[in-house]
């Protein structure tokens, strides 16, 4: 099955088209959406939500890309608004405890695990995964779609909807803040 014909299965409410879909990007999906929110369980729930939008919207995706290119930036948006809520419950677990009764526990990030580490480098790529949690989140997204999807400038700038020059320009950021972070982590 063709991307042409998975999308028209798709559109026609066809399930074997959607098992092929799930089939052929799970672990694509699965692997930027566990880059960006650093945590198992939620990656896992994030990539369900991207394959059900993905599901309700197929008549709205246009083909002026890639079927990848939309998977990739939905699987983005949806992995960059949770971390948005975890913020927004932090901050507000913050202002609980001066204000209220703090009762609650803040929202903390459990230790992180991405699938393709090998078990003997888990304490550098810990370490790693730990400094790109820390970037600003255009820099986070164009990272793991670049570094760790192996996404070349042009489909990243296109899942992120922006020029190649600014994602280069990105990327060159991104590398600056994590040697910064990861050399102040050293000291």
């Known amino acids: 099955m063709d991307e042409f014909d998975l999308i028209q299965g798709l559109r ?3 399930e074997l088209a959607f098992k092929k879909l799930v089939e052929n990007y799970q672990d694509r999906v699965y692997n ?3 880059g960006i929110v650093q945590n198992a369980e939620d990656a896992e729930d994030v990539t369900q939500e991207v394959f ?3 599901f309700r919207s197929i008549h709205s995706f246009k083909g002026e890309s890639k079927l990848s290119t939309w998977l990739y930036r939905i699987a983005t948006t949806r992995s960059l608004d949770l971390l948005r809520s975890r913020k927004s419950k932090k901050r507000f ?3 609980q405890r001066l204000f209220g009764d703090g009762a609650e526990p803040l929202y ?3 230790d992180f695990h991405h699938p393709g580490v090998a078990l003997d480098k888990k304490e550098n790529a810990a370490k790693l995964f730990k400094a790109i949690s820390q970037l600003p989140e255009n820099q986070k997204t164009a990272f793991v779609l670049h570094k760790l999807e192996d996404l070349s400038y042009l489909e ?3 899942v992120m909807k922006t020029s190649v020059p600014a994602v280069e320009s990105l990327m060159h950021r991104a590398k600056l803040n994590l040697r910064k972070i990861l050399e102040k982590e050293m000291e």
């Open 12 to 14: 026609n409410g066809d």
């Open 32 to 34: 930027t959406v566990i």
């Open 52 to 54: 059900i939008q993905v």
């Open 93 to 95: 677990g913050f202002i």
């Open 108 to 110: 903390e990030i459990p």
């Open 156 to 158: 990243v700038s296109e």
